[in-house]
């Protein structure tokens, strides 16, 4: 059973930076790809940025394109999502998402960014 646990969410103001944690449970050159979806209040979850598996190609949601940075440490089995210049609207739940076979989530990390 493959877990996925994310951290370093919080509360943060505009303009600021958080960056989110995903720790798998297993080798994570073993995904076909991971990445980080997000849910604001009262709306669906949505692609935030993905990750293929050498790391050598990243896609990025229109709406955080040049703030926001994922990257992987396949030493730590872990991926991030670097957050800067935070907005309002990208306040929600960060959920990191992992796939090989089937999908994987994690449990979430809440992202507030105050105005």
């Known amino acids: 059973q493959v877990q996925l646990v994310e951290s370093g969410g919080g509360l943060v103001q505009a303009g600021g930076s958080l960056n989110v944690s995903c720790r798998a449970s297993m080798i994570i050159t073993g995904f076909i790809r991971m990445g980080w979806y997000r849910q604001a209040p009262g709306k669906q979850r949505e692609l935030v940025a993905l990750i293929t598996t050498g790391g050598d190609r990243t896609h990025y949601a229109d709406s955080v394109k040049g703030r926001f940075t994922i990257s992987r440490d396949i030493t730590k089995n872990t991926m991030y999502l670097q957050m800067n210049s935070l907005k309002p609207e990208d306040t929600g739940v960060y959920y990191c998402?992992?796939?090989?076979?089937?999908?994987?989530w994690g449990k979430g990390t809440p992202v507030t960014v105050s105005s």
């Open positions: 998402n992992a796939v090989i076979v089937m999908d994987y």
